[in-house]
């Protein structure tokens, strides 16, 4: 069945710098596509979504881009800390109200001090 | 606004035994979902409740899992017997509904569970 995958699995930043996490789906059907953050021993965190009409949403500190040509979608943090360090997931929904979503592996981010 | 509350949080059971995780979700909200996440992975859906009818259960194995919502609130998920291969964290997770706008999926904690 339909997927969604990451390029990477691991991440290392520099406490300070920018993180780019990136990923890849292959379902050019779904509607909606949502950031979540899991942290050890805790549940996925709702981060940031976006919906397959638009290419681009901001929140704080957190930006995600979608790319529906090449199907991908990226989560950019700015000015990371050492709060960020998660595992992040995205995941896709394939009809926006009628939620039910397929994740992906996810990324794990480290923040180097 | 209080989450979505699971227990166990945490649960050692032999091969053979079953085991039953509770959750409620967060109050007002008519979707309950059960996701099963194996260390490594990403969640997998198990289970969908729209009030206190099964929307999609289309990935529960039904031969051995079971879930019900019987007043549209609490949710109970229940593995008999268990395999070593359930061995993963039970995540619930609740939205407002179908069809409503900023329908955030909100996730509890989870229900670790090791079967040996």
């Known amino acids: 069945g339909e997927s969604v995958g990451l390029h990477l699995p691991t991440l290392s930043v520099q406490e300070g710098d920018n993180s780019i996490i990136n990923c890849a789906y292959s379902?050019?059907?779904?509607?909606?596509f949502i950031w979540y953050k899991q942290e050890s021993g805790k549940g996925p965190q709702f981060i940031i979504d976006?919906?397959?009409?638009?290419d681009k949403r901001q929140g704080q500190r957190v930006t995600v881009l979608l790319n529906k040509t090449v199907k991908h979608l990226s989560l950019q943090i700015a000015a990371t800390q050492a709060g960020d360090s998660a595992v992040y997931f995205c995941?896709?929904?394939?009809?926006?109200?009628?939620?039910?979503?397929?994740f992906g592996t996810g990324t794990r981010l480290t923040i180097i001090p | 606004e209080a989450g979505v509350a699971q227990s166990p949080r945490y649960k050692i059971i032999e091969k053979r035994q079953s085991v039953a995780f509770w959750c409620n979700p967060i109050?007002?909200?008519?979707?309950l979902y059960w996701y099963q996440q194996i260390l490594g992975q990403g969640p997998k859906l198990l289970i969908q409740f729209q009030n206190n009818g099964v929307v999609d259960d289309s990935q529960l194995p039904k031969d051995r899992f079971s879930a019900e919502r019987l007043k549209g609130v609490d949710s109970t998920l229940k593995i008999q017997p268990a395999k070593l291969e359930d061995s993963a964290v039970y995540l619930c997770?609740?939205?407002?509904?179908?069809?409503?706008?900023?329908?955030?999926?909100?996730f509890g904690e989870g229900s670790w569970l090791t079967v040996v």
């Open positions: 995941a896709e929904n394939l009809h926006f109200g009628n939620e039910k979503l397929t």
């Open positions: 976006i919906r397959s009409n638009m």
């Open positions: 109050s007002g909200h008519a979707t």
């Open positions: 379902n050019s059907a779904s509607d909606y």
């Open positions: 997770a609740s939205s407002r509904g179908q069809g409503l706008t900023g329908n955030t999926i909100y």
